[in-house]
């Protein structure tokens, strides 16, 4: 493995409650290499997306704040960084992919004009060689009519094109790195397998790194290199893709596999997995592991004492006492 | 009793157009075409297509909340095509719906018990308070909730919770057929399998007939007995669930099948996807 463009340790994030700062992502360890897609895995409320604005550093902006960790990218800690390096950084450095393109698009700016705008404001073309840059970019990540995008708003595109002007817009600023949370799942699977597909061959050509946000194993599979699953704020697992899917190490990770509906079903349709239980709440976590009072495989130890994050095999981490071994999920 | 809970034959929606220059008319648009559907008593039909195909325009007329521009709709053998809200009114609890989105479907402002003692205010279905509240107390059971969230309000559950909350309304007046409409595409992969579960384990318990909305086509192999595969307002394909899945006979299912993620990264390169910017299928 290359050496990684972002090496991120520790992350601690905490939110403000009427009885003080609740610690609600904690100890977060994300490493992403170039032209590798990292894959950060989780359900609703494990702190994911929290993890990819941290490192965009908009705790600012949100009301919350970062308590905790470094983030080296080419061996400079952003974390250290003043507002105005921020600025340079977020479209430069790192750009954000959302979920929802028409909510995270402007609606009263053509399509055109408001990728122009990252261009230029990041000088990397005047006013006049925006738009030519911009149709390059709209020609790139595949709108079937790139001077039609120009000048239409964004109620005029396809959630396809929508989605596929947000990657242009995330590409617009030369980034070194492509935070993408959930880019799919408002998608069609039709689209979304074509936007996969150019995100991937994005990657590739342009030699960046990508943190995939997704809760679909499915995608993950598809495109991702590296795993990384959270449960309640922490990582419990991250693994190289094949031996993640080859046979999770976490239970909780082993649960997730197995709620997947498979297409035909090797299971018998006795089972629909599933794991019972839910998330505890940021501010009554169990004392010991985060994960015991969902899990088929507690112990004693489970309910007393914190796991940490332990490699137990080469590259292989998992947050558990008794992590499973190899065997199918 | 009649083998199939419901049947559409040449059903036809069209809505009227809109943006058309002053005197002249919008072409109306059409969202659905000419749909021929026969879902059997106790079977799980899937309705299966992408964004804009008709499942939920199709659905909602399923259970006459629209009135169709041309064909017939039968339920339980009644011809309620032309059906007054009157008549319908007597239907109306053996037909009953679930969303997608429980949060929209839910009253902020109504405890768990209040939602589910709201079917038995309507004028003919009143029931005393002690039996409401037992009946609240049985449906909290049947849908697998604690009889201690009853106090609780929608924002103080999860979104599996309160899935359950509305499929638990939804049995308040003993249904025989349910709309599900893509209800667990809001939720967890781990919770939406546990909502997969007490569906499957409801259908049998109280012989239930379903139809089952959804653009997943995972959830039909998992659940379903008979798909329905719709593109641009028709049917295209309907079969028993697992020959449609092992053998699509249509090339818009086989294209749908093959977009679908699978989970293991050795069979990624069988992704579609093609040269972007593919084809989008209804244009």
Not at chain 1, 66 to 77: I, K, N, P, S, V
Not at chain 1, 178 to 196: K, N, R, S
Request: glycine share 10%.
């Amino acid at each position: 493995m290359s050496a990684p463009l972002l090496d991120m340790t520790g992350l601690c994030v905490a939110v403000p409650t009427p009885g003080g700062w609740l610690t609600v992502v904690e100890d977060v360890r994300l490493r992403v290499a170039a032209g590798k897609v990292c894959g950060l895995i989780g359900e609703s409320g494990c702190g994911k997306t929290m993890t990819a604005l941290a490192l965009l550093g908009m705790e600012g902006f949100q009301g919350w704040r970062r308590t905790g960790g470094r983030a080296l990218f080419y061996g400079r800690d952003l974390f250290a960084q003043d507002a105005a390096a921020w600025r340079s950084f977020r479209g430069a450095g790192a750009a954000m992919i959302f979920q929802e393109p028409l909510s995270a698009l402007n609606p009263v700016l053509t399509c055109g004009r408001q990728a122009a705008e990252i261009c230029i404001a990041h000088g990397l073309a005047g006013k006049t060689g925006a738009k030519a840059r911009v149709l390059e970019l709209f020609t790139q990540t595949g709108l079937p009519d790139p001077d039609f995008a120009w000048s239409a708003y964004p109620f005029e595109l396809s959630g396809g094109q929508r989605q596929r002007v947000m990657i242009a817009m995330a590409l617009a600023g030369e980034p070194k790195l492509l935070l993408a949370d959930e880019p799919t799942t408002a998608l069609d699977v039709t689209i979304q397998a074509q936007i996969l597909r150019l995100l991937r061959q994005t990657v590739d050509a342009r030699a960046m790194g990508l943190i995939l946000i997704t809760h679909n194993l499915g995608v993950a599979a598809q495109l991702c290199d590296e795993i990384v699953v959270m449960y309640a704020g922490e990582v419990v697992e991250s693994a190289d893709v094949f031996s993640f899917y080859a046979g999770p190490a976490h239970p909780y990770s082993a649960g997730l596999l197995a709620s997947l509906p498979s297409r035909a079903p090797e299971r018998p349709a006795a089972g629909f997995g599933g794991i019972e239980g839910t998330v505890p709440a940021p501010a009554n976590m169990p004392p010991g592991c985060r994960f015991a009072p969902r899990c088929p495989r507690v112990g004693e130890v489970c309910r007393t004492q914190r796991p940490v994050l332990t490699e137990i095999a080469p590259g292989r981490f998992v947050r558990c006492f008794f992590p499973l071994t190899g065997e199918a999920p | 009793m009649n083998a199939a809970m419901l049947e559409l034959a040449g059903v036809r929606k069209a809505y009227p157009g809109k943006g058309a220059p002053l005197g002249s008319r919008a072409p109306e648009r059409v969202a659905l075409d000419g749909v021929d559907l026969t879902v059997n008593r106790g079977e799980i039909h899937a309705l299966v297509g992408e964004s804009g195909s008709g499942k939920s325009t199709l659905g909602r007329l399923a259970l006459r909340l629209e009135a169709p521009s041309a064909g017939r709709i039968v339920f339980d053998g009644r011809d309620i095509t032309r059906a007054s809200e009157k008549e319908l009114s007597a239907l109306r609890p053996r037909m009953q719906i679930v969303f997608q989105d429980p949060s929209g479907a839910l009253d902020p402002r109504y405890s768990a018990a209040e939602a589910l003692a709201e079917p038995f205010l309507a004028p003919g279905r009143f029931l005393p308070k002690n039996e409401v509240k037992n009946r609240a107390v049985e449906l909290m059971r049947l849908a697998g909730l604690p009889e201690s969230l009853l106090a609780a309000y929608p924002h103080q559950l999860s979104g599996g919770q309160r899935q359950r909350l509305c499929i638990a309304r939804a049995l308040a007046l003993n249904p025989d057929f349910l709309v599900l409409d893509e209800p667990v595409s809001a939720l967890d992969v781990s919770v939406a399998a546990r909502i997969l579960a007490l569906l499957a384990d409801l259908r049998s318990r109280l012989n239930l007939t379903y139809l089952f909305i959804t653009h997943d086509l995972s959830v039909v192999a998992r659940l379903c007995d008979t798909v329905s595969v719709m593109l641009q307002g028709r049917i295209v394909e309907t079969g028993p669930a697992q020959c449609v899945l092992a053998a699509p006979s249509h090339p818009y299912t086989a294209g749908l099948l093959a977009a679908m993620p699978v989970a293991n990264p050795r069979r990624r390169e069988e992704m579609p996807g093609g040269s972007a910017p593919g084809p989008r299928w209804e244009r």
